[in-house]
């Protein structure tokens, strides 16, 4: 049986009012329970740009098929990624289901594409940004490759968090508060990141980004798929043949499901 999607919850009162309330209205779709926003980067970077500048508490997921189907088997973190202020097709599948679902002009979002260019954004807004997740290794090469790319952007905060249960997240929170970043990217994978900036949601004075691998990528420490793979839509095969032991079973179990379950939604009309 079908899912329905959860609504969209209000969770800032400030959602319609204030800065926000100037950004153009942006078209979505429903791909089976989430709630995927037709965005560019241009669109993306703007909107994140109004809302930190701001210092209002959002947060965006950049969403892929793996995203999908986690929101698809489990309602509480569908509620999770449709409470986002904003969910980006990070995926060519979810860009080809846009397009089937009327959004002809639909393109894609890619999370590591995404950060230089809210990076380069901040760099020349003066916004201060934060890292949160990621190895203490792949952090201290992500802030020098960052330091070098961006000699003018202010990093306040670069946290690598352990891998167990947050022990002092009020000491967290304060951390975060304390630096003043208003970017804040988030790298603790899917679906632990947005877990962790729904539960953050109008804590975190400033817009959380969930970016998944992002962080190795820019930090050097595993390779991006070409840009032809990429547009093709096969970047899942080549991030499962670099890390097969750690990633084969999302894609041989969720990929199938995802091509079934949109076309039973496509037919469905």
């Known amino acids: 049986m079908e899912r329905e ?37 241009s669109d993306a970077t703007e909107r994140i740009r109004v809302w930190a500048e701001a210092g209002e508490s959002r947060y965006v997921c950049v969403c892929n098929v793996h995203m999908v189907m986690e929101a698809y088997d489990d309602p509480d973190f569908a509620a999770i990624v449709n409470g986002a202020d904003l969910v ?5 599948p979810l860009v080809w289901a846009l397009r089937k679902f009327g959004v002809t002009k639909a393109s894609r979002v890619y999370g590591p594409e995404l950060v230089p260019r809210l990076l380069e954004m901040a760099e020349r807004t003066g916004l201060p940004v934060g890292f949160h997740g990621g190895t203490p290794e792949v952090l201290e090469a992500l802030t020098t490759e960052v330091s070098k790319r961006f000699p003018e952007l ?53 817009v959380m980004v969930g970016v998944g691998a992002a962080f190795d990528f820019l930090a050097g420490n595993k390779p991006q798929a070409p840009r032809f793979v990429q547009a093709a839509g096969l970047e899942w095969a080549f991030r499962m043949a670099t890390e097969p032991r750690r990633l084969w079973r999302r894609y041989a179990v969720h990929n199938p499901r995802f091509v079934a379950l949109l076309a039973r939604q496509l037919l469905r009309g």
Not at 20 to 37: C, H, K, N, T
């Open 88 to 92: 980006t097709p990070d995926g060519m």
């Open 154 to 206: 202010r990093v306040v905060y670069a946290c690598s968090p352990p891998f167990g249960p947050v022990t002092d997240r009020e000491g967290e929170l304060e951390g975060i508060r304390r630096s003043g970043a208003r970017i804040l990217f988030v790298a603790l994978g899917c679906p632990k990141q947005e877990r962790w900036m729904g539960e953050r949601a109008g804590e975190v004075p400033g």
């Open 5 to 41: 999607p959860e609504s969209r919850k209000d969770r800032h009162e400030h959602a319609t009012e204030g800065s926000g309330a100037d950004l153009p209205s942006i078209e979505s779709r429903q791909i089976l329970s989430v709630r995927v926003d037709a965005t560019s980067y």
